[in-house]
């Protein structure tokens, strides 16, 4: 290898076994969009049912319908009620989908006639982060409309769901409003006639810190991963899965104030030595890691010396005898002073899931499984 993702499918099966006895009886949903977040969303979700996930949650129905090739058959809902997306072949997969307005009610009731079989929906309520779902004032007449397919055999409403607009900031006054919010959504659609499988409106930073929260199930997407978007991330009893390492490509020798990289922003002040890393912010190794000491080799972290350029980055190494093929970390679970996910995302402002998502496609992950 010279450069890999190496995937500890142990540790997903680990934290939601975690998870999961903090939250039961509640049940939870792995949530493996986005390739499970880097990881590899087929690999995590049977590493997720193994540690007792019983759903599995992804956005587009494309996702769903990789996991169905794979031939993995748990209960699965797409998390984003998309027009455009094949609701039909959705439905035939026995893919939940969630429903928001009336008129992706609608939609997907209408692709239930052409697939032949009832739609398993699940109606989103809008209580306040203002993205996807039905505002307060729109919520009766989606619980209606979907009733109504109900009653015509074209859809099954099978929950009732909501997400936080600030689960992450403890003692945010947003969080209690949303749960008031959604308890109301919920009573007036159980007033109404729907009787829901499960409702669910905590991700991973609710389900660990808000237990009212918790209802029947909690979506954790982060926290399988080992990852949190808490202050000062996860906690200890959740593991990083993900290690991002590589092998020096090349080494070199130059003299005090050599220029380094595009544009020269970083000079040698000694003799040194140079190492090259073969992965760039194609990878989704972020442009502005410059100057930060987050790569780790021969037991310390040593500064990105100069641009992070598209395919590669250098590392100063200063009289560290380091050699061409030695492996350098990136992130990892912390075990051996390596950085993790979460500190490079405080060196560079953004949250852990930003960088464990942004990796390339030609970074391979492995996982000590046959590929
Ligand atoms: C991504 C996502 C989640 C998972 O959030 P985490 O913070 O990663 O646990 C849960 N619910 C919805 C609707 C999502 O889009």
Known sequence: MHAEA????????????????????????????????GHGAIPAARAALRGGASWLGVVHVKEALELRAAGIGAPLLCLMAIGADDHAAAITGGIDLAGGTTDMVARIAAA????????????????????GGATAAEWPSVVDAALHAQDRGQVKVAGLWSHFAASDEPGNPSVSAQLIAFQEAVEHAEKAGVTPEV??????AAAITVPRARYDMVRVGGGIYGLSTLPGGAPGWLRPAMTL?????????????????????YVTTAEATLGLLPLG??????????GHALVFARGRRWPIAGTVCMDQFVIDFGDEPVAAGEEVVLWGPGDHGEATAQEWAEALGTISYDLVCGLGARVPRTNGEAQ
């Open 6 to 37: 190496f995937v500890d499918l142990d540790a997903i099966t680990g934290n939601v076994a975690a998870i999961r006895e903090r939250v039961t009886p509640g049940m939870v949903m792995a949530v493996v969009k986005a390739g499970g977040y």
């Open 112 to 131: 239930a006639t052409r697939a032949g079989t009832p739609a398993r929906v699940h109606l989103k309520a809008d209580t306040g982060l203002s993205r």
């Open 199 to 204: 409702r669910h409106i905590a991700n991973t």
């Open 245 to 265: 390492r590589a092998r020096l490509a090349q080494v070199k020798r130059v003299p005090a104030g050599t220029g380094v990289s595009y544009n020269h922003r």
């Open 281 to 290: 912010y194609a990878d989704g190794v972020p442009r502005g890691a410059r």
